[in-house]
């Protein structure tokens, strides 16, 4: 679902989530590669100072219906949220010649969300499932896609960054960073065990101040260029 950056949205959403996001009501609607830079050769050191390679956006919606006492166990994301508000986009750079495979990864489950296949991984149609407030909020949870959660994507490469020292260099020294959740993540042991997950939960720093203790754990991947 290509869109163009020229004209961008005059009304993007927060990331100061508001106190009814807390629930499990965000709703990431359209993800898409917007634009490309050439990469570095693998051969070279990646530059200490992380160079915004790639950028994409998110579309977010808030689906009012997820949590309402008379949904039934046929109920799936598609019924209950095909009314859903749109809130707006937000612009995320992404670092890709400090952490290549952690924003490759990340790409592909952008870019498959305009893919026609249904049983493609994507993170569209999937749920933010944690917001702390005045922090940082968490999407990207693997699992059921009729939960809200991402389709094992087990096509994905394995991701090496994250055993890898220097992918841990960047900080989450303020709002609107975008990082690889390894630690703050509350998957299930029976899906963090299979043999076919792959990280690909993510979250973003709300702010108003930085969050130190995500620093070390986390793999800083991106930062957000419009939507606040």
């Known amino acids: 679902m290509a869109s163009s950056l020229a004209h961008p949205p005059p009304h993007l959403p927060s990331l100061n989530p508001k106190p009814n996001f807390t629930r499990r009501s965000l709703l ?6 917007t634009l490309s830079f050439p990469s570095l050769s693998s051969s070279a ?6 160079t915004i390679t790639d950028r994409i956006f998110m579309e977010f919606s808030l689906c009012p219906n997820y949590y309402l006492p008379n949904r039934t166990l046929g109920d799936t994301i598609s019924t209950l949220c095909s009314d859903s508000t749109l809130l707006g986009r937000v612009i995320l750079g992404l670092y890709g010649n400090l952490v290549p495979r952690t924003v490759s990864n990340f790409k592909s ?12 991984s994507s993170y569209k149609n999937t749920l933010v499932h944690k917001v702390l407030p005045g922090q940082y909020f968490l999407a990207g949870r693997q699992g059921r896609p ?4 991402v389709r094992p994507p087990s096509y994905l490469p394995r991701n090496i960054e994250t055993v890898d020292p220097k992918a841990f260099t960047l900080t989450h020294s ?15 042991d029976e899906i963090k065990f299979d043999p076919e ?9 709300t702010g108003p ?3 130190p203790q995500l620093d070390n754990k986390n793999i ?9």
Do not use: Q, W
Request: net charge negative.
């Open 28 to 33: 990431l609607t359209s993800t898409a590669t």
């Open 197 to 205: 997950y792959r990280n690909v939960e993510f979250l973003i720093t």
């Open 45 to 50: 050191s990646p530059p200490p100072i992380p």
């Open 109 to 120: 489950l952008c870019i498959s969300a305009s893919n026609s296949n249904p049983n493609s």
């Open 209 to 211: 101040g930085p969050c």
């Open 146 to 149: 009729d939960r809200g959660e």
């Open 220 to 228: 800083v991947f991106g930062t957000v260029l419009e939507g606040n």
């Open 174 to 188: 303020r709002p609107g960073i975008v990082s690889l959740s390894l630690s703050e993540n509350d998957d299930e």
